[in-house]
T-cell receptor, first 114, second 113 residues
């Protein structure tokens, strides 16, 4: 069965600094997608970034970038120049290509210190 | 355009009562998903609809849970004879046929007393 593990229940960072959130996953599939979602207190799950497993190049979205290590089954999220609005729960998720459900990790609560 | 919407935003019910939760997907999205999020946990898949195909119900935790969707529109998740362990946030998501990314609604927070 596919599993997603986020080993950091909580992280904190000073405003304007860089923070990295860890995620590892377990799968025997070769074609899949990986996602980072942000969930602020409003409960809305917001897509931060998406990575296709067949792509070697790491995905980037403005201040957000990933370090995708397929062999190690690792998918970390780097947030540069952290802003107060980045404070939220961050969830790593996995989806087999062609499948339906997302498999989520337990989440990392990110606090931004002013 | 409008995102995924869910109603009600919050629901408090008594143990043993039935509840119905509603999800309006993004217009044109053929796929619709329901997830459950218990306090402090990640999301658990419940059920998936794709067009007129038979739904994937593999995540439903018991036969007290059911869901319906008419065509590619609104979906309702029904929980019968609610139990305290059903207390959670129920999130709905939709995606288009051509892209895998799921877009989520704001969820319904259910509290069973």
């Amino acid at each position: 069965a596919q599993t997603v593990t986020q080993s950091q229940p909580e992280m904190s960072v000073q405003e304007a600094e860089t923070v990295t959130l860890s995620c590892t996953y377990d799968t025997s599939e070769s074609d899949y997608y990986l996602f980072w979602y942000k969930q602020p207190p409003s409960r809305q799950m917001i897509l931060v970034i998406r990575q296709e497993a067949y792509k070697q190049q790491n995905a980037t979205e403005n201040r957000f970038s990933v370090n995708f290590q397929k062999a190690a089954k690792s998918f970390s999220l780097k947030i540069s120049d952290s802003q107060l609005g980045d404070a939220a729960m961050y969830f790593c998720a996995y989806q087999v290509q062609g499948a339906q459900k997302l498999v989520f990790g337990q989440g990392t609560r990110l606090t931004i210190n002013p | 355009g409008a995102g995924v919407s869910q109603s009600p935003s919050n629901k408090v019910t008594e143990k043993g009562k039935d509840v119905e939760l509603r999800c309006d997907p993004i217009s044109g999205h053929t796929a619709l998903y329901w997830y459950r999020q218990r306090l402090g946990q990640g999301l658990e898949f419940l059920i998936y609809f794709q067009g007129n195909s038979a739904p994937d119900k593999s995540g439903l935790p018991s036969d007290r849970f059911s869901a319906e969707r008419t065509g590619e529109s609104v979906s309702t998740l029904t929980i019968q004879r609610t139990q305290q362990e059903d207390s959670a946030v129920y999130l709905c998501a939709s995606s288009s046929r051509r892209k895998e990314t799921q877009y989520f609604g704001p969820g319904t927070r259910l509290l069973v007393l």
